[in-house]
C-alpha cells in the first residue's frame, strides 16, 4: 500500500516544455562542467514552514474523523497514532531536494536566487532525465482543494489497511507509513500564495541508507557532500543530469536582469561552446526591466 502512494505521489508527471533552474554564476558554472545539480537537504531549504503546512492538512483530516460519531475504539486507536505520528518532528527524515520552475523569466525568482547583479535560469529537458534511482521528478502542488483530496485519500487508505481482517497492519505501523506519506507529500506541497513559482522538484533519498521508496532502478552510490551556507553547513546530494544517452540535455541559459547584459549573454555563449553545448546556444537575455545594481 505503501508503495502504491509513494508512486502515485512521485507521479508520472512529464513536463512538455523545459524547466529552468534559478542560479548564481558559481551554480552555473558547476552544473555545465559537472552536467549534475546539488539536491539540498530538505531541512535547509529557504521553505521552513512547508512542513508545518502538510502537517496542519493532515491533523484536520484526522481530527474531523476522530470527532465523528460513527468513529469506534478501533478506529479511535488507529487515528490517535496517526495523529501521533503527524504531530512527531522531521528531524529524523532525509530528503533532499533540487527545484525547477516552469517559468524561465521570472521576477520573483530573479530576487530570491540569481544574486546581487548576474542570475542565470538554466531550461533543462527534464522529460529526458534518466535520474539516479530513488529520485523522482514531481510536480508542487499549490491548490488546497487537491491537496485536501489527497490527505483524505491517504488517510482513508491507511485506516482501511489498519482495520483490514486479513492485514498484519496494525496502528503503529499505520502512523508509520503515514509519517513517511507525509515526508512525501510535505516536499511537494506547497501554500497557494506561491503558485506564481510553478515549481517542480527533483526528490530522492541518501544513498546506502534504508529507504521507505523503493529505489527503481537500483540506487548508485552518491557520495554526500556539503557546502558552506550563511550560518551553517548544508548536506548535499550531486545528482547527475543525464538522458539515457549521457548527454546533459540543457536547453538554453536565460541570462537574468544584468548590468551589462550583452557582454553576459555573449561570455554565456562563449562557455557553452567550449563545453560542447551547441544545442543551448540559442541562449537569451531576461526581458525584465528590473534592476538592482
Not at 482513508?156 to 506519506?181: D, F, H, N, Y
Not at 507529500?185 to 546506502?208: M, Q, S
Not at 541508507?209 to 556539503?226: T, Y
Amino acid at each position: 500500500m505503501l508503495k502504491d502512494f509513494s508512486e502515485n505521489i512521485f507521479g508520472s508527471d512529464t513536463p512538455t516544455r523545459p524547466l529552468y533552474h534559478y542560479t548564481t554564476q558559481e551554480g552555473l558554472l558547476g552544473i555545465v562542467r559537472k552536467r549534475g545539480i546539488r539536491a539540498t537537504h530538505h531541512q535547509y531549504l529557504n521553505d521552513t514552514q512547508e512542513f508545518l503546512h502538510a502537517k496542519a492538512l493532515f491533523c484536520a483530516e484526522i481530527e474531523k474523523r476522530l470527532n465523528s460519531e460513527s468513529a469506534g475504539s478501533e478506529i479511535r486507536l488507529v487515528l490517535e497514532e496517526m495523529r501521533s505520528a503527524v504531530n512527531r518532528g522531521n528531524e529524523n527524515a532525509s530528503w533532499y531536494v533540487a527545484s525547477f520552475s516552469e517559468d524561465g523569466d521570472s521576477l520573483s525568482q530573479w530576487r530570491a536566487y540569481g544574486g546581487p547583479t548576474s542570475g542565470f535560469a538554466l531550461g533543462i529537458w527534464c522529460d529526458q532525465l534518466a535520474l539516479p534511482g530513488g529520485f523522482r521528478l514531481k510536480r508542487c502542488i499549490y491548490d488546497p482543494k487537491k491537496q485536501r483530496d489527497f490527505a483524505e485519500a491517504i488517510i482513508t487508505s491507511q485506516l482501511e489497511g489498519a482495520l483490514a481482517e486479513k492485514t498484519e497492519l496494525g496502528p503503529v505501523e499505520a502512523g508509520m507509513g503515514l509519517s513517511v506519506i507525509l515526508d512525501l507529500l510535505a516536499l511537494t506541497f506547497k501554500h497557494e500564495k506561491f503558485k506564481e513559482e510553478e515549481e517542480w522538484r527533483i526528490i530522492g533519498f541518501p544513498p546506502n541508507r534504508m529507504s521507505p521508496v523503493p529505489a527503481d532502478p537500483p540506487q548508485e552510490e552518491i557520495e554526500l557532500e556539503f557546502r558552506a551556507g550563511r550560518s551553517m553547513l548544508i548536506p548535499y546530494l550531486p545528482v547527475p543530469l543525464k538522458n539515457d544517452k549521457g548527454e546533459f540535455p540543457l536547453d538554453r541559459v536565460v541570462v537574468g536582469p544584468n548590468p551589462n547584459p550583452e557582454q553576459s549573454l555573449r561570455s554565456v555563449k562563449i562557455l557553452l561552446e567550449s563545453q560542447k553545448l551547441f544545442a543551448a546556444m540559442k541562449s537569451i537575455s531576461s526581458d525584465i526591466p528590473y534592476r538592482n545594481w
